[in-house]
Every structure is written in structure tokens, then in C-alpha cells.
């Protein structure tokens, strides 16, 4: 039970540092969004990097898993890419429960990949949970909101193709802190020429903000990574949803965010689905026991 708690505790330490992380992204203000993704993952790099050293964790992948590396860096940079740019279009607790919908795609791609199984019950939460992020979302054609709410939903499926990957690279033997640092450089390698050709100048203070999402990120990486070191998935991962909190709270404060009826629609479904999976797993894992 005291780890179990310890997880709880680590995931929602996790869940601020990531709303934390997407602040401090809108704060640093009308950057290019592949600009804002290189610096985040800069520093993402460096402290994983440091922990590698720390740790005495050798510098190269498992036999076989460069593949697995690849998949897991191209739909977690994807996943970045749409999740800053729905951040600096959208109200900050709509983008970040767009990005919640991570777990359920998680699902889909370990059904497709994976050949995990799904039950019926399990595939209507996920039907709900799409349902859900349509109230987000907004769909119409002559909304200002559908495109970067559209961007803001593919980055969450890129984020659940990407945490699929990861769950298969650490059933190969990969440690955490390499699965970190291989994808933070390969974002970095991928933006750089981007940021060669187009860089903005910036402000000092938009260089702090940058710098202190990358450590933000670095702190909600590592932070989840502890929480499922503690606890198993199905126990704690409904906890993650709190970012949303953490999100209406700051964006409201900072920003004088306010979200619409709608998405209040949106979130309420979505964590009902989130709740009801967690309390699903958990009954079918006692049965099994």
C-alpha cells in the first residue's frame, strides 16, 4: 500500500510538472512551434543525459530495439509538435485533455500491434472517451477552434503510439532514462534544420520560459516513470488526469482562461471513461488473481 500511495503521489507530481511545462510554453510567447519542441527537448537531453551518467547506464540500445526506438521518437515528436501547437491556439485545459486521450489510443495501438486483447467494455470507453473530445474539439466548418483542436487530438494519438512503444521497449530490457535520451536527441536532430534556416531571435525572458519547460518536462518524464516503478498502470494512471485541474487552475490565473460549457461536457466524459476503465481493470485483474 506504501508504494501504491508513493506512486500516487509520483504521478501527480508529474501531472503539475506537465502543466507546468505547457505554461511555461505559452508563456514564452509567438515562437514557431518546432522552435519551442527543440529547446524542450534540449533540455530534456542534457538531464537525461546526466542521469545515464549518474546511473552508469550504458550509452546504446538493446540488440534489436533500434526499430522500436525509431517508432517510439517519430510518434512522440509528432505528438509534441501538435501537443505545442494546440497549446498556443486553444484554452490550456482544452489542449491538455486533448493530449489525455493518449491512454486510449494507447489501447487501440496495443490492440493493432501488440495483439493485446480488448474486451467489449473496454472498446466502448474508448468509443466514449473520441465521443468526448468531439465536445473539445468542436467540429464545424466554420469554427476558428476545429483546426488546432484536430491538431491538438492527432497529438494525443501520436502520444498513446508513442507510451505503446515505450511498454514494449521496457519488456525488451531498455532502461527508462536511455528511452528518454534517444528520443529527446532524435527530436533535437530532426527539428535542427528547421531551426538552422527559420530561427527567431528571442528575448531573454522567453529563453527562461523555454528552458524551464524543458526542466519541467524532464521532471514530469522522470516523475511518471518513478510512479510506474511503484505502482502498476492500472492502479495509478487514472491520477494522471489531474493535469487537467492543474491545467483550468493555472490557465484561469495566468492566462484568464475560461472553458466553454462544451468542453466542460468533454472533460466530465472523458474522465468518466478514464475512472471507469481504472475501476474496470482493476475488478478483471482481481478475478484473475
Same mark, same amino acid.
Given at each position: 500500500?506504501?508504494?501504491?500511495?508513493?506512486?500516487?503521489? %509520483?504521478?501527480? &507530481?508529474?501531472?503539475?510538472?506537465?502543466? &507546468?511545462?505547457?505554461?511555461?510554453?505559452?508563456?514564452?510567447?509567438?515562437?514557431?512551434?518546432?522552435?519551442?519542441?527543440?529547446?524542450?527537448?534540449?533540455?530534456?537531453?542534457?538531464?537525461?543525459?546526466?542521469?545515464?551518467?549518474?546511473?552508469?547506464?550504458?550509452?546504446?540500445?538493446?540488440?534489436?530495439?533500434?526499430?522500436?526506438?525509431?517508432?517510439?521518437?517519430?510518434?512522440?515528436?509528432?505528438?509534441?509538435?501538435?501537443?505545442?501547437?494546440?497549446?498556443?491556439?486553444?484554452?490550456?485545459?482544452?489542449?491538455?485533455?486533448?493530449?489525455?486521450?493518449?491512454?486510449?489510443?494507447?489501447?487501440?495501438?496495443?490492440?493493432?500491434?501488440?495483439?493485446?486483447?480488448?474486451?467489449?467494455?473496454?472498446?466502448?470507453?474508448?468509443?466514449?472517451?473520441?465521443?468526448?473530445?468531439?465536445?473539445?474539439?468542436?467540429?464545424?466548418?466554420?469554427?476558428?477552434?476545429? &483546426?488546432?483542436?484536430?491538431?491538438?487530438?492527432?497529438?494525443?494519438?501520436?502520444?498513446?503510439?508513442? =507510451?505503446?512503444?515505450?511498454?514494449? &521497449?521496457?519488456?525488451?530490457?531498455?532502461?527508462?532514462?536511455?528511452?528518454?535520451?534517444?528520443?529527446?536527441?532524435?527530436?533535437?536532430?530532426?527539428?535542427?534544420?528547421?531551426?538552422?534556416?527559420?530561427?527567431?531571435?528571442?528575448?531573454?525572458?522567453?529563453?527562461?520560459?523555454?528552458?524551464?519547460?524543458?526542466?519541467?518536462?524532464?521532471?514530469?518524464?522522470?516523475?511518471?516513470?518513478?510512479?510506474?516503478?511503484?505502482?502498476?498502470?492500472?492502479?495509478?494512471?487514472? =491520477?494522471? =488526469?489531474?493535469?487537467?485541474?492543474?491545467?483550468?487552475?493555472?490557465?484561469?490565473?495566468?492566462?484568464?482562461?475560461?472553458?466553454?460549457? %462544451?468542453?466542460?461536457?468533454? =472533460?466530465?466524459?472523458?474522465?468518466?471513461?478514464?475512472?471507469?476503465?481504472?475501476?474496470?481493470?482493476?475488478?478483471?485483474?482481481?478475478?484473475?488473481?
Amino acid at each position: 500500500m506504501k508504494k501504491k500511495y508513493l506512486g500516487v503521489i %509520483y504521478i501527480i &507530481l508529474s501531472a503539475f510538472c506537465f502543466a &507546468l511545462m505547457n505554461t511555461f510554453v505559452r508563456l514564452s510567447g509567438d515562437l514557431p512551434t518546432i522552435q519551442k519542441s527543440f529547446f524542450r527537448n534540449f533540455v530534456a537531453m542534457i538531464f537525461a543525459f546526466i542521469i545515464l551518467k549518474k546511473n552508469h547506464i550504458p550509452m546504446h540500445w538493446q540488440k534489436g530495439n533500434l526499430k522500436f526506438h525509431l517508432i517510439r521518437s517519430i510518434a512522440g515528436t509528432l505528438g509534441i509538435l501538435c501537443n505545442f501547437y494546440a497549446i498556443d491556439h486553444l484554452v490550456l485545459s482544452d489542449a491538455s485533455m486533448l493530449n489525455k486521450m493518449s491512454p486510449f489510443f494507447a489501447i487501440i495501438f496495443s490492440l493493432i500491434f501488440l495483439r493485446e486483447k480488448i474486451t467489449f467494455f473496454q472498446a466502448a470507453l474508448v468509443t466514449a472517451a473520441f465521443a468526448g473530445s468531439m465536445f473539445i474539439i468542436k467540429p464545424s466548418l466554420i469554427s476558428m477552434e476545429f &483546426l488546432p483542436g484536430l491538431i491538438g487530438f492527432i497529438g494525443g494519438m501520436g502520444a498513446g503510439a508513442a =507510451y505503446t512503444t515505450v511498454r514494449h &521497449l521496457g519488456s525488451r530490457g531498455e532502461k527508462g532514462p536511455f528511452i528518454v535520451f534517444f528520443f529527446s536527441a532524435f527530436s533535437c536532430v530532426v527539428t535542427l534544420p528547421y531551426l538552422i534556416f527559420n530561427f527567431h531571435a528571442m528575448e531573454l525572458k522567453q529563453v527562461i520560459y523555454l528552458i524551464c519547460a524543458g526542466l519541467a518536462a524532464a521532471g514530469g518524464q522522470f516523475s511518471i516513470t518513478a510512479a510506474y516503478c511503484h505502482a502498476p498502470a492500472k492502479e495509478i494512471s487514472v =491520477y494522471d =488526469y489531474s493535469q487537467i485541474i492543474f491545467a483550468a487552475v493555472i490557465g484561469y490565473f495566468v492566462f484568464g482562461q475560461v472553458s466553454d460549457v %462544451y468542453s466542460f461536457i468533454g =472533460y466530465a466524459v472523458i474522465i468518466a471513461a478514464a475512472v471507469l476503465m481504472f475501476i474496470y481493470n482493476n475488478r478483471k485483474s482481481e478475478k484473475q488473481a
